[in-house]
């Protein structure tokens, strides 16, 4: 059955029956007029199958954002479960589908964690950023490695890469930052030519905060008596933290090029916990290394055939640590490592036919030490194999269109040494996904675009779905994910004001609108089942939830007069996310916890820049997530109030060449909102940010 199955899709996989398009994206000057050290790259749209939500360059650097997690939450469709703080814990949901089913990316290669799936997008920093991608479905090149079929969605992060003009071998950059609740974050940078085609890279960041922030605690009951109201001040929300980072780049020929990317992250935070039964102080500590070292290499042969092959290793271990006495003691160590290695290939057979091959493999450990008993050590294992065929077709400047599948297979196996005990998983089952995107532009010469595309993607259990003490269940079933989603994109330049000459980085004065609607069902959801007794619970495949939803932005570009550029960026979000599982439970048909039903954001920014080539700018954000329900039950005692900020920055960037100088000031929450992303984890109130930097 499994043999037809797969015939089956390998011939719609090669049947020219749906189609592909994108915008094309030109990057152009306003005038000739030029800003020190600014790249502008060229990228065709019509290239773009699924057109990603895109922040990059000045851009990224301009809004109010500290780390990734902070930047991501101007895009539309996401919500991000903050926890509080700079040493808050920050992952992402996008489309309501679970921070499980978005996979993230650094430089091309996807962050593992098979402990609990999730990746904590607080801990990377943007000074070192380059660009940041988010693809709903999947990326729109299918030269890609396998396993970025499987996601349902995914984040791409690149980090700056090094450019030099005639003549230059080292650049330097260093950077301070300070601001509210102790923080301290100062950044240094190098980059070296080493020949004409080889340039290292090397950063390094340190971050410190006492993370004691002053917040109100207010509850009123459905009645409108007030059961709390008090203010506080956080405690036990410090962090320490050390990034540093090596790369070495090298281009060869015009086609080919290897990479080498060493990263390694350490921490020690508290974990401020939940503001219940007036408890304002918690006793949870958590240390985090995290460590990887990645190899990327690909060429082109024959000006048909490119190849790509990835390699890397991690390394990653946490501590916890809860003395609080009223709480159950725990002090645990886990290690994990991964080993990955993926192979691509794509070959154009015709002008207008691509197809494309790739194999992934990844080990992955996990060990679990129980350092009160010091007698119980656990150990897991798991090897993934993804194997995914794809062709991509264009069919003159009309259609352009993707099909892909993706096989992929696990084998869980779990060995606890103390005492002797042995559990091994069975042959792995293959599980088949398949996906088709396609988009027509009705006039070649207009950039209108219809994209649409369907797929499925798995989201297999975790270590700790599987095997955590008195809840993992060993029997568990992935979950399964169908996504449909259709969009209309619109581009077009605008005539410019300006009678004077300026430089635009970001292309001619421009206007791009976008509306998106989706549906996506998900099937053999995971969830937690209490067992009868108080801390003992079990993992069940539950659950069938339904998401509608309909993303709109709009971004626009004005050069105007007097040497002024105005940038605009508008996102919405409406969405319903429902609980079908069972029509005996009283939260039938409810929407699931925290997620809204109305979000957006708003970005505005007005740059100057002077003949010399000073550049200075203002920018304001405003960010809205409405009302949610923190429990599966819709009640009123389970409701969460909206929450929204004001963000504003100025900043200048000013020099003589080759030294240039910048500063920046931040303040967030403008209007010192009282707000909750988590219910119970308060979040700060009005804070500032000042930044000095220098780069040569």
């Given amino acids: 059955m499994t043999k037809h199955i797969l015939f089956i899709l390998l011939v719609a996989l090669c049947a020219p029956s749906v189609f592909a398009l994108s915008d094309a994206e030109t990057d152009s000057l306003c005038s000739r007029f030029q800003i020190e050290e600014v790249e502008v790259t060229a990228r065709a749209l019509d290239k773009d199958v699924i057109v990603p939500q895109t922040l990059k360059g000045a851009e990224l650097q301009r809004l109010n954002a500290l780390s990734v997690a902070d930047a991501l939450r101007y895009f539309s469709g996401v919500q991000l479960k903050d926890y509080g703080g700079v040493g808050g814990i920050k992952t992402i949901n996008v489309r309501s589908m679970g921070s499980q089913h978005t996979a993230v990316?650094?430089?091309?290669?996807?962050?593992?964690?098979?402990?609990?799936?999730?990746?904590d997008l607080g801990r990377f920093s943007l000074d070192n950023m380059e660009e940041i991608q988010l693809f709903n479905g999947q990326k729109s090149d299918i030269f890609q490695s396998a396993r970025e079929f499987g996601a349902a969605g995914n984040v791409y992060l690149t980090t700056r890469k090094p450019y030099f003009k005639e003549g230059e071998r080292v650049h330097v950059r260093g950077q301070m930052r300070f601001g509210s609740f102790a923080l301290a974050n100062p950044n240094v940078g190098v980059d070296v030519r080493l020949t004409e085609t080889l340039s290292l890279t090397m950063d390094a960041e340190y971050v410190y905060s006492d993370g004691k922030y002053p917040f109100r605690y207010r509850r009123v009951l459905p009645s409108g008596e007030t059961a709390y109201d008090t203010t506080a001040v956080r405690q036990n929300g410090d962090v320490n933290a050390v990034r540093t980072e090596l790369g070495l780049h090298h281009y060869y020929r015009t086609t080919g090029f290897w990479r080498l990317h060493a990263y390694n992250y350490y921490s020690e935070r508290g974990v401020p916990g939940a503001i219940v039964n007036n408890v304002w102080r918690n006793g949870e500590r958590l240390w985090d290394r995290n460590t990887f070292a990645q190899a990327q290499w690909q060429d082109r042969w024959f000006n048909r055939w490119d190849m790509r092959f990835l390699f890397k290793y991690a390394n990653d271990y946490t501590h916890y640590q809860n003395?609080?006495?009223?709480?159950?003691?725990?002090?645990?160590?886990y290690t994990q490592q991964e080993f990955y290695l993926s192979l691509a290939n794509k070959v154009r057979l015709f002008s207008w036919w691509d197809v494309s091959l790739a194999y992934d493999y990844q080990y992955n450990t996990l060990d679990r030490k129980n350092l009160l008993t010091e007698d119980v050590t656990e150990h897991f294992l798991r090897h993934s194999h993804w194997l995914s065929a794809a062709t991509a077709f264009n069919i003159k400047e009309y259609v352009r269109a993707q099909a892909s599948v993706l096989m992929t297979a696990v084998q869980n196996t779990h060995l606890l040494f103390s005492p002797s005990e042995r559990g091994a998983g069975g042959v792995p089952i293959p599980k088949f996904t398949p996906g088709l995107f396609f988009s027509f532009r009705p006039y070649p010469k207009m950039d209108l675009a219809l994209n649409a595309f369907y797929k499925q993607s798995y989201r297999y259990p975790t270590f700790n779905d599987l095997y955590y003490t008195?809840?993992?269940?060993?029997?568990?079933?992935?979950?399964?994910?169908?996504?449909?989603?259709?969009?209309?994109?619109?581009?077009?330049?605008?005539?410019?004001?300006?009678?004077?000459?300026?430089?635009?980085?970001d292309g001619l004065s421009s206007l791009s609108v976008a509306v998106s609607y989706y549906y996506n069902r998900v099937t053999d959801k995971i969830i937690a089942y209490p067992k009868g007794q108080q801390f003992r619970w079990t993992m069940l495949n539950l659950g069938t939830v339904k998401i509608n939803g309909v993303d709109a932005k709009a971004d626009m570009s004005l050069c105007l007069p007097l040497r002024f550029v105005l940038r605009t960026r508008l996102n919405y979000t409406y969405q319903t996310a429902i609980d079908l599982t069972n029509p005996a439970d009283s939260y039938y048909g409810h929407q699931i916890p925290y997620i809204p039903w109305?979000?957006?954001?708003?970005?505005?920014?007005?740059?100057?820049?002077?003949?010399r080539g000073d550049h200075y700018g203002l920018n304001y954000s405003f960010i809205y997530v409405g009302e949610r329900y923190s429990q599966q039950e819709n009640t009123v005692y389970n409701h969460v109030q909206p929450w929204y900020t004001h963000d504003l920055s100025l900043y200048g960037e000013w020099g003589v060449k080759p030294v240039w100088l910048k500063a920046n000031i931040e303040i967030n929450n403008l209007l010192g909102q009282d707000y909750e992303v988590i219910q119970n984890y308060p979040m700060p109130k009005q804070n500032i940010r000042c930044t000095l930097a220098v780069r040569y």
């Avoid at 990316?105 to 990746?119: S, T």
């Avoid at 979950?479 to 410019?496: F, G, M």
């Avoid at 300006?498 to 635009?504: E, F, G, N, P, R």
């Avoid at 109305?598 to 003949?611: A, K, N, P, T």
């Fill in 105 to 119: 990316y650094y430089n091309g290669v996807q962050l593992g964690n098979a402990q609990n799936g999730q990746v």
């Fill in 323 to 333: 003395y609080d006495v009223r709480l159950l003691p725990s002090n645990n160590e």
């Fill in 470 to 505: 008195d809840l993992g269940n060993a029997s568990l079933r992935p979950e399964l994910a169908r996504q449909h989603s259709v969009e209309l994109a619109y581009k077009t330049n605008l005539p410019s004001l300006s009678h004077k000459a300026v430089l635009h980085p």
């Fill in 598 to 611: 109305h979000s957006g954001s708003v970005v505005l920014g007005l740059d100057w820049q002077s003949r």
